[in-house]
């Protein structure tokens, strides 16, 4: 019984889920900062992986709907729930955790990237630190020579999820997005191991910057100081 029960919830929470969001992106304005890869032509016809902090889990599937996308997806509990939204938004997915080179997870991004597909996954996912990238990411750009995109959204309106470990942003209806993009960086073949610390240490810094820039824009566009925290 406690089986079904979660069969039911598994199928019927992430179409609510999935409802909101779609109800809240009718309300809303999109603003995209940044180097876009649905935007620019010149990355429409190759593979990139997107690199989204946890924080933004909740609305990078919708905003990035229909595009092919294979999210890196854990195989906790929570996953599954993430899995089916990722899914109604048209994208496919990928279960495993990052921090594992060797996983059957990155074979099955590498395939997917070599199939010329983008991909996608949580560098600081699924428990933690925030914001901090796990070498699972810089091995897959090494190893497929695939670009590394930073990603982020900041709202006008959004609730902040300050007790939560990732501080989950949660859009408000009447909101705008601000979308930000970072530069691809591309992670060479070849690294001794404090050069891939490096590498590490670096996309860090571009996603920190990004997620900034978003933050920076968001604020301005809803009249809060630049200088407040």
């Not at 590394?148 to 009447?174: G, M, V």
């Not at 860090?204 to 630049?226: F, H």
Request: glycine fraction near 6%.
């Amino acid at each position: 019984m406690e089986w079904m029960q979660r069969k039911f919830l598994v199928w019927f929470l992430p179409l609510i889920v999935v409802a909101l969001q779609r109800l809240i992106g009718l309300t809303s304005r999109f603003i995209t900062v940044g180097n876009s890869p649905h935007l620019d032509p010149a990355w429409q016809s190759r593979a990139f992986i997107l690199s989204i902090w946890h924080t933004n889990v909740l609305y990078s599937p919708y905003l990035h709907r229909y595009k092919n996308v294979a999210v890196m997806i854990s195989e906790s509990k929570d996953g599954d729930f993430i899995n089916e939204v990722v899914h109604r938004f048209g994208n496919t997915s990928i279960r495993g955790s990052s921090s594992h080179g060797g996983s059957k997870a990155l074979k099955a991004m590498i395939l997917h990237l070599k199939k010329g597909g983008p991909v996608a996954f949580t560098p600081d996912g699924p428990r933690g630190p925030a914001f901090i990238v796990q070498p699972g990411l810089i091995a897959a750009a090494q190893m497929t020579q695939a670009p590394i995109i930073p990603f982020h959204y900041e709202c006008t309106r959004q609730w902040i999820l300050q007790k939560a470990w990732d501080k989950h942003r949660i859009p408000k209806p009447f909101t705008t997005f601000v979308i930000s993009y970072g530069d691809p960086i591309f992670v060479p073949r070849d690294l001794t191991k404090e050069e891939f610390e490096e590498q590490r240490l670096e996309v860090e810094r571009a996603m920190l910057k990004n997620m900034e820039v978003a933050r920076v824009e968001a604020d301005r566009l809803a009249g809060i100081p630049t200088n407040q925290p």
